[in-house]
């Protein structure tokens, strides 16, 4: 995703606060900038979870962590792009370098447990690997407010049928956008 554009983190922000956003978690979150807007904004609690290591945070206003979040609790393979914000747990041919590392990952449920977060709201971007992470949060998807995430056009179907599962409906006006062979869906309470 990179960093959004402020009128993105803005209707974000909108969208939080006219649901009562308390907590926020941002998965893939780069330098934690999205989860950083609507906090400073509306005054939730903002956590950011980045597993590259070339990420730092925008602000030390939010709770940062580093780690990869999936399906599972493992150690697992982790494609270190020479470019900040496009490492992914997916092997990709984008034209960068990249080397296989191992990193720690947790399921998203798991993580919030350890730490005794309670998400209202998600935003995930990690580079091809939403479904992992919509998977490992298990019954949190139940009790989300708000998610905002990075689909890629060939998972729209599935990512659908999970959220729609959890009872949320897709929201079709800004945040929401396409970019190409993706977008970035936000999903609220039904």
């Not at 780069?30 to 730092?56: L, T």
């Not at 602000?59 to 399906?71: D, F, T």
Request: aromatic letters at 6%; a negative charge; one cysteine or more.
């Amino acid at each position: 995703m990179s960093r959004e554009h402020d009128d993105i983190c803005a209707a974000l922000s909108a969208l939080c606060k006219k649901a009562g956003v308390k907590t926020l978690v941002q998965v893939g979150a780069e330098d934690g900038y999205e989860a950083w807007y609507v906090q400073d904004d509306i005054g939730c609690r903002a956590i950011a979870i980045e597993a590259d290591y070339k990420c730092e945070p925008c602000s030390p206003a939010i709770e940062w962590h580093r780690l990869m979040i999936g399906r599972s609790d493992k150690r697992a393979e982790f494609n270190v792009c020479a470019i900040a914000g496009l490492s992914s747990a997916v092997p990709r041919n984008h034209g960068y370098e990249t080397r296989l590392v191992h990193r720690q990952q947790m399921r998203l449920d798991t993580f919030c447990k350890l730490y005794r977060i309670e998400p209202e709201a998600i935003i995930v971007d990690t580079e091809g690997t939403v479904i992992d992470v919509l998977v490992g949060a298990g019954d949190i998807l139940n009790t989300l407010k708000l998610a905002y995430l990075e689909v890629a056009t060939d998972n729209s179907g599935d990512v659908d049928a999970i959220m729609s599962k959890a009872g949320m409906r897709r929201h079709m006006s800004t945040p929401t956008y396409e970019s190409g062979d993706q977008a970035n869906v936000t999903w609220v309470r039904k």
